[in-house]
């Protein structure tokens, strides 16, 4: 599965940072764009989620998709050391023989140090 | 929220021998469940998709018989690691998605992960 490409880091900052994490895909049949953080040895969580092209704001979280250049950003401000975790980004196609499928980018590692 | 259960979270077993993971969705019918391999520092590779009552959809290079899927209700999905070998030693995770919601939302099991000797 290489419709997703997420540069792996690994991501070292420093408590307060903002931190920009970011995929590119190559399926315009996308349409929902998922971000998922996974703490060590744990499966992965839903961390949100935006609709088509645009930004979306969940308190210290801001998902934001370009489908022009398909290009899928997650930015973290005020980073915390309790964000330390494994981001992955997730495109889904939602629509036909593989609704409900995601395609899960290489996921980003970020360490947030105090 | 909404849980997934998978069971058991850790296993080893001797080389050629089967192992069966459950995925039970706890609070709602999952009527679809995929299941997913994650290598280490990798990122998940979707393996199957299951429909309840219907046969499982495998990706491409995923060796159908190796890999056992049944989804025989709409809460309880099983993966069959047949004749395991040390090469299949991974974290398995399973997901579920109930009625016909087209947030994509998925819920995630803790994973399992398979030790073969």
């Known amino acids: 599965q290489k419709e997703v490409e997420q540069d792996p880091g690994p991501l070292s900052v420093p408590e307060g940072a903002i931190v920009s994490l970011n995929c590119t895909y190559s399926n315009s049949a996308f349409q929902y764009f998922m971000w998922y953080r996974q703490y060590s040895r744990k499966g992965p969580e839903l961390l949100m989620y935006t609709y088509s092209s645009g930004n979306k704001e969940d308190g210290r979280f801001t998902a934001q998709v370009d489908k022009s250049s398909k290009y899928i950003s997650l930015f973290i401000r005020d980073s915390q050391p309790s964000d330390s975790a494994t981001y992955l980004c997730a495109p889904l196609v939602i629509r036909g023989s593989t609704l409900g499928r995601l395609y899960f980018g290489r996921g980003t590692q970020l360490t947030v140090w105090p | 929220g909404a849980v997934v259960s998978q069971h058991p979270s850790r296993v080893i077993c001797k080389s050629g021998t089967s192992v069966k993971i459950e995925c039970r969705s706890l609070d709602f019918q999952a009527t679809t469940m995929f299941w997913y391999r994650q290598f280490p520092k990798k990122s998940l590779m979707l393996m199957a998709t299951?429909?309840?009552?219907?046969?499982?959809?495998?990706e491409q290079g995923v060796e159908k018989d190796k890999f056992l899927i049944n989804h025989a209700s709409l809460t309880l999905s099983t993966l069959t690691v047949t004749s395991a070998h040390p090469e299949d030693s991974s974290f398995y995770i399973c997901s579920a998605r109930g009625g016909v919601s087209n947030t994509g939302e998925l819920f995630f099991g803790e994973g399992s992960r398979l030790t073969v000797l």
């Open positions: 299951s429909n309840e009552g219907s046969k499982a959809t495998y």
